[in-house]
């Protein structure tokens, strides 16, 4: 009777410790879920900001701007327009 009792503390014992442990490994793992939620709120955030950002970049007010300040360029002139025409070649067994 004796041997049955000490056998079941510490089985009681080491069923106490495994539950410990898996509690204390769930709290780990909630707080590294609860990190990546913030990790993935903070991604989701930056990309809706370089989203906006590209917007902006690619408006054309900015790349006109760019263009007549920084390249100097300037608007198509009718006066200036060159238009180059290519001779047509007779078709083959045509006169």
Do not use: C
Request: hydrophobic share 50%.
């Amino acid at each position: 009777m004796m041997r049955l009792s000490v056998f079941l503390a510490v089985l009681l014992m080491a069923s106490a410790l495994s539950l410990v442990t898996l509690r204390f490994q769930a709290r780990e793992l909630f707080m590294q879920v609860e990190q990546l939620k913030v990790g993935a709120h903070d991604l989701d955030a930056d990309w809706r900001r370089l989203q906006l950002r590209r917007a902006e970049l690619a408006r054309n007010a900015r790349i006109d701007t760019l263009a007549r300040n920084e390249l100097h360029l300037v608007p198509v002139d009718p006066e200036r327009t060159l238009y180059v025409q290519q001779a047509q070649k007779p078709l083959e067994g045509r006169p």
